[in-house]
Structure formats: structure tokens, C-alpha cells
């Protein structure tokens, strides 16, 4: 027997009473609404006057009739009949993995006993939660059974040592036992099953924990978009129906969630691509349409591409780096480029993804287009540049021959990295000076310089003490400073930097010796002829005291105190971009002369 939430059991559908029979109703998937209950209460009277009876099993509070018929049973612990089941089976070790608290269940009175020794019991102690059915925990316990001990073992020992190895290891323990492979099977295959409602099952498993008409609604744009396949997902059975009856728990506030089958959207999204393979280009393609910035799943498209990661790992024809290609090239807005950073950072740390993750950043280096490249830098700036460095810095090489916004992303990440300690502004001093080497005409090198060398960051002053004890760091600004004022792209940004080394020095935050003695040996190796050249001789608007001040500096004049100099001449008493004939400006800008005082 049968009915939809929003009907009623009609009289003429019910059995006729008989004595010594009874009925048993399993409304446990949906709530019985107070009509129907109204209805199954009378034909239970019927029932009960020619001797027979009804019971009907439902979930606690989806009763909605007479209260006073009702008998609240408690369900056992599923985690306690699931250890049960294993002792009984012999298999005290997969028991003792489920133990809830092993230091609490080893207390006893007012002693406390020692904690076990064995680093596995309680190892998977959350595998089954209170929402899991009795009969659903004694199909875990028997998947559980089957995992061999020494498996466990070993992979808590290489946890416990720190080793990620173990965390992947346990992880893929966890998701063999709570794999549903026969359900799934049953369910959607049999008879009465439609397509729609796999569909179905597979928007609610991608966005877990949404509301239930967002799924309704992924899953209606799915394949073609004629209206009339729209709406067969809501002929028939009502679309909550058919969830909870694929396995789709309804949660108080209406989201989808697989609290009574732990670890079913994970199967039924692997099921899905393994078993129908003549779908896999358009649930691809159905994926990257409700997650795009105006699809109706946007809002979870993090939690979509980290199903997809999972899936990746050991699926054909792996669909994640497809679909996160797909999100960059739509020009997506900085809060998704953030979303897509970080799962392109997790595929990295993934080692089933690992390779090709690298390969795909390396790729979008390389692309012109500006989004490609914000991810990467993003990448490059967060954990992965830290965990491996030289690929990072290979890759920020190719973000930093152009100049956007991914450039400053980029350069900025230089500066943190250098920033973090001695080894790091080792490794990123060493670095550009191998790309200014081996890459005279690339503006990468030059641009990395000028981010190491800009006084807005930290670095700098650490780098410029190191050049008055370290000839090596003297001779890589020198020679790093002659190299980027011949790099014409990085003309502008040049002038800038050589001008906040002058406001710098004048503030007395670098020391003002070692600052124009190395500006004073590149004016000297260099022709002056960009950047430097209208540092010496003058910009109008930029003849600040600063500047003027590194010029008497770079000039080798003897400066004097302006406060006190009486010279009406002095070209630090002058306004800002004014002019003057006298010879002592024509000595400022640059030409040998003496500054009388």
C-alpha cells in the first residue's frame, strides 16, 4: 500500500478486515499527515472489530494523529548493536575500533583503569551516528569485518608518526565500510525507479546539507532544459517522497542530508559516474551549469568541486580539473577565484592528484588570460608555495612576466616568502638572480627586484643591513638594479621604487651611506638613460626634499645643514618644481660642483 504525503489512503484501496489478520505499515520515509492518520485510525477500529489489528512503524514525532494510540519505542544504540554484532562474530578488534571513548568506558568507579595500549581501539569511533538504523549498522559491522587488522594497524602507526599516509590510508578504510553499493543497486534499479529520481539523488548527494527545493531545482536542469522534462520531476510522487525514498534523509528545516546512511552521497556520486558512462560529458556539464556565477547551486560550488576532488582520485576520466577549468575561464569574481585556490591547492596535497594539479597551475601560468593567472598566484601565495617552494617559484615566474593584477598577487607572495625567515630570502635572492641570469629579456627578474627592493615591504630593510656586512647581497642589488633599469616594461615601477629608497633614506629608516653608495655604483655602471635618468635630473611634480637630497648624495656633494644654510641658492629651500638658474642646480642635478655653506 501506498501513498503520496499530500493524499489520503482512500477506503477502497485498503484490505478488508478479517479476524486473525494483521497489517503492518511502514511510514518511516515520511510523516503521516493528521487526514491520513484520521483515515488509518478508522479502518484500524474496523480492523480491531473483526479481530484483526494494525501497527504502524513511524519515526518519532511523524505521527500527526491521536497521541494517545501511540507507543514510543527507543531504538537501540546502532553503535552498540554494531559492536555486538562483531563480538558475536569473533572479531574483537573491528569491535573495539567502534569503542565510542576508550579512556571514559575504561573507568569503573572511583579508580580510573589504565587507558589501553592498542592505538586502534576507537580509531573509528564516529564511522556510525545515532541517526544510523539498527539493520544499517549490522551491515556496516559486516563490510567492517572484512578490513584486516593489521591494515589499521599500521595505518595509526604512520598517523601517530605524522604521516600523511596514515590519514589517507584510514580515510579509504572508511569510505570501503560505508560504501552502499548494494543498496544503491536495489534502489536504482528497481522497478518504478526512474531516471529523474537518480538525478535527483545525485543533486542532493553533490550538495549535501542544502534545502531540498534547491535540489529539486539542480536536479530539473539537468540534460535538456525543455520544460515539459522539468516537469516530470514533480509528476507523480512528491519530490520528497522520492528523495527519502532513494536514501535522501529530510532534515526538521527541509535540507537533504545521509545521517541514517553515513557516507551515501559519496557512493551514489561514484556509482553514478561508474555505472552510467554515456552521462559522465553531461553531468559534467550539468555541474559547471548550476554552479556557474548565475546557476541555482552557485552559493555550493566549493563543497561540489571537493566532491569532485574525492570522485577524481580514482575515477575515469576524472572530472575535477574539467570543471574547475571551466569556473576560471567565465571570469569568475574574486570570491570564487578564492574557491578555486583552494581546491586547486588540495589536489596538489592529494597525491592521486598531485602530478597533474602541478601540471594544470603550470598550465594557467601561461595563459594570458587574467583569471588563470590570479589563481595561480593565489596558489602560489597560500600553502602550496610553502610546501613546495620551487614550484611555486616557477610558476609565479610566468605570472610575473605580464603586468595585472595576478602580478601584484604575485609579487607579493615573493615579499612573504622572503619575509618568513633567512633561508626563505636566501632562496628568493638566489632565485632572481638566476632569472635576471638566465632571462636577460624576460621582465620577470626585474619585476621580482623590484618587489624584494620596494620599501613598502619589510624585506628590504633586512636586506639592506645584510649589504653592509655581505658583499654578495651589495653586488646582487647593484647588479639586480642595473639589470631592471634596462627592462623598459618596468620603467615606471622602477622610478617609483628608486624614490621610495630616496624618502626612505631621507626618513632615516635605511642608512643613508650604504643606500646612495649602492645607488651612486649603479649611476656609475649605468647609463642613465630611463628610469635612473629621471631620478638625477629631475621630474616635475617629483623634486621633493627627499629627492633632492639623494641627488646631492648621488651627485658626491657635501650636504649641509638646511635648517641653518644661508646660502639663498640652496636648492632644498626651493618649492617643489621650481626652477633656477643658479649653478648650484645644475651641480644637483647630478654634475660634479661643492655646496658652499
Given at each position: 500500500?501506498?501513498?503520496?504525503?499530500?493524499?489520503?489512503?482512500?477506503?477502497?484501496?485498503?484490505?478488508?478486515?478479517?479476524?486473525?489478520?494483521?497489517?503492518?505499515?511502514?511510514?518511516?520515509?515520511?510523516?503521516?499527515?493528521?487526514?491520513?492518520?484520521?483515515?488509518?485510525?478508522?479502518?484500524?477500529?474496523?480492523?480491531?472489530?473483526?479481530?484483526?489489528?494494525?501497527?504502524?512503524?513511524?519515526?518519532?514525532?511523524?505521527?500527526?494523529?491521536?497521541?494517545?494510540?501511540?507507543?514510543?519505542?527507543?531504538?537501540?544504540?546502532?553503535?552498540?548493536?554494531?559492536?555486538?554484532?562483531?563480538?558475536?562474530?569473533?572479531?574483537?578488534?573491528?569491535?573495539?575500533?567502534?569503542?565510542?571513548?576508550?579512556?571514559?568506558?575504561?573507568?569503573?568507579?572511583?579508580?580510573?583503569?589504565?587507558?589501553?595500549?592498542?592505538?586502534?581501539?576507537?580509531?573509528?569511533?564516529?564511522?556510525?551516528?545515532?541517526?544510523?538504523?539498527?539493520?544499517?549498522?549490522?551491515?556496516?559491522?559486516?563490510?567492517?569485518?572484512?578490513?584486516?587488522?593489521?591494515?589499521?594497524?599500521?595505518?595509526?602507526?604512520?598517523?601517530?608518526?605524522?604521516?600523511?599516509?596514515?590519514?589517507?590510508?584510514?580515510?579509504?578504510?572508511?569510505?570501503?565500510?560505508?560504501?552502499?553499493?548494494?543498496?544503491?543497486?536495489?534502489?536504482?534499479?528497481?522497478?518504478?525507479?526512474?531516471?529523474?529520481?537518480?538525478?535527483?539523488?545525485?543533486?542532493?548527494?553533490?550538495?549535501?546539507?542544502?534545502?531540498?527545493?534547491?535540489?529539486?531545482?539542480?536536479?530539473?536542469?539537468?540534460?535538456?532544459?525543455?520544460?515539459?522534462?522539468?516537469?516530470r520531476y514533480r509528476e507523480g510522487r512528491s519530490p520528497?517522497?522520492?528523495?527519502?525514498?532513494?536514501?535522501?534523509?529530510?532534515?526538521?528545516?527541509?535540507?537533504?542530508?545521509?545521517?541514517?546512511?553515513?557516507?551515501?552521497?559519496?557512493?551514489?556520486?561514484?556509482?553514478?559516474?561508474?555505472?552510467?558512462?554515456?552521462?559522465?560529458?553531461?553531468?559534467?556539464?550539468?555541474?559547471?551549469?548550476?554552479?556557474?556565477?548565475?546557476?541555482?547551486?552557485?552559493?555550493?560550488?566549493?563543497?561540489?568541486?571537493?566532491?569532485?576532488?574525492?570522485?577524481?582520485?580514482?575515477?575515469?576520466?576524472?572530472?575535477?580539473?574539467?570543471?574547475?577549468?571551466?569556473?576560471?575561464?567565465?571570469?569568475?569574481?574574486?570570491?570564487?577565484?578564492?574557491?578555486?585556490?583552494?581546491?586547486?591547492?588540495?589536489?596538489?596535497?592529494?597525491?592521486?592528484?598531485?602530478?597533474?594539479?602541478?601540471?594544470?597551475?603550470?598550465?594557467?601560468?601561461?595563459?594570458?588570460?587574467?583569471?588563470?593567472?590570479?589563481?595561480?598566484?593565489?596558489?602560489?601565495?597560500?600553502?602550496?608555495?610553502?610546501?613546495?617552494p620551487h614550484m611555486a617559484l616557477v610558476r609565479l615566474?610566468?605570472?610575473?612576466?605580464?603586468?595585472?593584477?595576478?602580478?601584484?598577487?604575485?609579487?607579493?607572495?615573493?615579499?612573504?616568502?622572503?619575509?618568513?625567515?633567512?633561508?626563505?630570502?636566501?632562496?628568493?635572492?638566489?632565485?632572481?638572480?638566476?632569472?635576471?641570469?638566465?632571462?636577460?629579456?624576460?621582465?620577470?627578474?626585474?619585476?621580482?627586484?623590484?618587489?624584494?627592493?620596494?620599501?613598502?615591504?619589510?624585506?628590504?630593510?633586512?636586506?639592506?643591513?645584510?649589504?653592509?656586512?655581505?658583499?654578495?647581497?651589495?653586488?646582487?642589488?647593484?647588479?639586480?638594479?642595473?639589470?631592471?633599469?634596462?627592462?623598459?616594461?618596468?620603467?615606471?615601477?622602477?622610478?617609483?621604487?628608486?624614490?621610495?629608497?630616496?624618502?626612505?633614506?631621507?626618513?632615516?629608516?635605511?642608512?643613508?651611506?650604504?643606500?646612495?653608495?649602492?645607488?651612486?655604483?649603479?649611476?656609475?655602471?649605468?647609463?642613465?638613460?630611463?628610469?635612473?635618468?629621471?631620478?638625477?635630473?629631475?621630474?616635475?611634480?617629483?623634486?621633493?626634499?627627499?629627492?633632492?637630497?639623494?641627488?646631492?648624495?648621488?651627485?658626491?656633494?657635501?650636504?649641509?645643514?638646511?635648517?641653518?644654510?644661508?646660502?639663498?641658492?640652496?636648492?632644498?629651500?626651493?618649492?617643489?618644481?621650481?626652477?633656477?638658474?643658479?649653478?648650484?642646480?645644475?651641480?644637483?642635478?647630478?654634475?660634479?660642483?661643492?655646496?658652499?655653506?
Amino acid at each position: 500500500m501506498d501513498w503520496d504525503e499530500d493524499e489520503v489512503p482512500e477506503r477502497e484501496v485498503l484490505p478488508e478486515p478479517a479476524a486473525g489478520h494483521g497489517y503492518l505499515i511502514d511510514a518511516t520515509s515520511r510523516v503521516v499527515s493528521e487526514p491520513t492518520a484520521r483515515a488509518l485510525t478508522a479502518w484500524a477500529e474496523e480492523l480491531h472489530d473483526q479481530g484483526g489489528c494494525l501497527v504502524i512503524i513511524a519515526n518519532q514525532g511523524a505521527w500527526k494523529g491521536d497521541n494517545r494510540i501511540e507507543v514510543v519505542a527507543v531504538r537501540p544504540d546502532a553503535g552498540q548493536v554494531a559492536r555486538n554484532h562483531l563480538a558475536y562474530l569473533g572479531c574483537q578488534a573491528q569491535a573495539q575500533w567502534l569503542q565510542l571513548d576508550p579512556q571514559r568506558t575504561m573507568s569503573r568507579g572511583l579508580l580510573r583503569q589504565p587507558v589501553p595500549s592498542d592505538p586502534t581501539v576507537g580509531v573509528l569511533a564516529d564511522l556510525i551516528t545515532r541517526s544510523v538504523s539498527p539493520s544499517d549498522a549490522v551491515a556496516i559491522a559486516e563490510r567492517l569485518r572484512n578490513i584486516a587488522p593489521e591494515r589499521v594497524v599500521r595505518a595509526v602507526e604512520l598517523r601517530d608518526n605524522k604521516d600523511e599516509q596514515g590519514l589517507d590510508e584510514i580515510r579509504r578504510i572508511r569510505e570501503e565500510v560505508l560504501l552502499w553499493t548494494s543498496f544503491l543497486e536495489k534502489k536504482l534499479t528497481d522497478t518504478g525507479t526512474r531516471g529523474e529520481d537518480r538525478v535527483m539523488l545525485l543533486a542532493a548527494a553533490y550538495l549535501e546539507g542544502a534545502p531540498l527545493e534547491l535540489c529539486i531545482k539542480a536536479a530539473t536542469a539537468f540534460g535538456s532544459r525543455d520544460e515539459p522534462i522539468a516537469r516530470r520531476y514533480r509528476e507523480g510522487r512528491s519530490p520528497r517522497r522520492r528523495l527519502r525514498d532513494v536514501g535522501v534523509d529530510v532534515t526538521p528545516s527541509d535540507t537533504a542530508a545521509f545521517d541514517s546512511r553515513p557516507g551515501l552521497a559519496s557512493s551514489a556520486i561514484h556509482m553514478d559516474w561508474h555505472h552510467w558512462a554515456d552521462e559522465r560529458a553531461e553531468t559534467v556539464k550539468w555541474l559547471t551549469r548550476i554552479t556557474a556565477s548565475d546557476g541555482v547551486a552557485r552559493a555550493w560550488a566549493e563543497q561540489v568541486g571537493s566532491r569532485l576532488l574525492d570522485l577524481s582520485k580514482t575515477a575515469v576520466d576524472p572530472p575535477f580539473f574539467t570543471v574547475l577549468d571551466a569556473w576560471t575561464s567565465a571570469s569568475p569574481d574574486t570570491g570564487r577565484i578564492d574557491v578555486i585556490a583552494r581546491l586547486m591547492t588540495q589536489a596538489a596535497e592529494t597525491g592521486e592528484l598531485a602530478r597533474d594539479a602541478h601540471k594544470q597551475l603550470l598550465d594557467w601560468a601561461r595563459k594570458p588570460q587574467l583569471s588563470h593567472r590570479k589563481v595561480v598566484a593565489q596558489v602560489c601565495a597560500g600553502r602550496y608555495g610553502m610546501r613546495w617552494p620551487h614550484m611555486a617559484l616557477v610558476r609565479l615566474r610566468h605570472i610575473l612576466a605580464m603586468e595585472d593584477d595576478a602580478t601584484h598577487i604575485a609579487a607579493t607572495a615573493l615579499e612573504s616568502y622572503a619575509g618568513k625567515s633567512s633561508d626563505g630570502l636566501k632562496r628568493i635572492v638566489a632565485t632572481i638572480e638566476t632569472w635576471l641570469e638566465k632571462y636577460p629579456n624576460h621582465a620577470a627578474g626585474p619585476r621580482a627586484f623590484l618587489a624584494l627592493t620596494d620599501p613598502s615591504y619589510n624585506v628590504l630593510d633586512r636586506l639592506m643591513a645584510s649589504a653592509q656586512v655581505s658583499p654578495v647581497i651589495r653586488d646582487f642589488l647593484i647588479s639586480g638594479w642595473m639589470q631592471t633599469l634596462e627592462q623598459a616594461d618596468v620603467r615606471d615601477r622602477a622610478y617609483q621604487v628608486l624614490l621610495g629608497w630616496a624618502k626612505a633614506a631621507h626618513e632615516g629608516r635605511l642608512e643613508s651611506g650604504t643606500t646612495f653608495g649602492i645607488l651612486t655604483d649603479v649611476r656609475n655602471a649605468h647609463t642613465p638613460v630611463d628610469a635612473m635618468s629621471r631620478f638625477l635630473y629631475g621630474s616635475p611634480g617629483q623634486d621633493d626634499r627627499a629627492l633632492i637630497e639623494a641627488r646631492l648624495a648621488l651627485a658626491n656633494l657635501q650636504t649641509c645643514n638646511h635648517a641653518e644654510c644661508l646660502e639663498p641658492s640652496c636648492p632644498l629651500k626651493q618649492a617643489p618644481g621650481s626652477s633656477s638658474g643658479s649653478s648650484s642646480d645644475s651641480s644637483t642635478a647630478g654634475g660634479p660642483g661643492e655646496l658652499r655653506t
